[in-house]
């Protein structure tokens, strides 16, 4: 079974600029969550989509940060524009549930690590 | 303010003895606890979990026990190997928010070195 894939695994850009990153979930997830993980720290989660419809974007930053979900299966984060602080690594997870960790059923991709300038 | 701590960043135990990491919380309301690991270049990975009307589980050489009094949790691992080598999350779940939602609140995590 393919897991989480994610892209870029890495980017670095300057200040104000934008970048986008994609997450495939494992297929016949219908929960995707887009986590930030600054150095140091743990995940923060930052949005979560059931199918295509979001749940719970509670903490995105919506004024930089959008993410879609069009067809239930891919899903798109985007910064614009982007501060030295968005510096993180930001994790796609899909589960078969919407009960989010339940018995661990929670599948990370790889990440993709975002360098601000 | 953070609700799931790990206030070790760093553990480093030799191999064959045990590694115990621990975790504290202060949200009563977390029902289920869970420990993921994480090596380098790779996303976490699911490990063990334990519901809050539990005090241990086990699997294998991995333990998680609960303490709800005293809001604790701990890894035990037993014997520790070199591949055992990782960052270990703990994570706690919330309850239900916006939308049917529930969340995962992760700590920052322990690194562990298991040396030869």
């Known amino acids: 079974e393919a897991g989480v894939a994610q892209s870029p695994r890495y980017k670095i850009i300057e200040k104000r600029q934008s970048v986008a990153f994609w997450c495939n979930p494992i297929s016949g997830h219908a929960t995707l969550y887009w986590y930030q993980q600054i150095l140091g720290q743990g995940p923060k989660l930052l949005i979560q989509?059931?199918?295509?419809?979001?749940?719970?974007d509670s903490q995105l930053p919506k004024d930089r940060f959008s993410a879609e979900r069009l067809k239930g299966v891919d899903s798109t984060l985007k910064i614009q524009p982007a501060k030295l602080e968005d510096s993180a690594v930001y994790l796609c997870a899909s589960s078969h549930s919407r009960l989010a960790g339940g018995l661990g059923e929670l599948f990370f991709g790889e990440g993709s690590r975002l360098t601000v300038l | 303010d953070q609700q799931v701590k790990q206030n070790s960043p760093s553990l480093s135990v030799q191999e064959g003895r045990i590694s115990i990491l621990n975790c504290d919380y202060t949200?009563?309301?977390?029902?289920?606890f869970l420990w993921y690991k994480k090596y380098p270049a790779e996303g976490p990975t699911f490990l063990i979990s334990i519901s809050s009307i539990k005090d241990k589980n086990e699997d294998g050489r991995f333990t998680v026990f609960l303490n709800k009094s005293a809001k604790h949790l701990s890894l035990h691992i037993v014997p520790s190997q070199p591949g055992d080598s990782a960052v270990y999350f703990c994570?706690?779940?919330?309850?239900?928010?916006?939308?049917?939602?529930?969340?995962?609140?992760f700590g920052s995590g322990t690194q562990l070195t298991v040396l030869p």
């Open positions: 949200n009563s309301m977390f029902d289920y």
């Open positions: 989509f059931q199918n295509n419809g979001v749940v719970d």
């Open positions: 994570a706690a779940r919330g309850p239900f928010s916006s939308g049917s939602a529930r969340q995962l609140t």
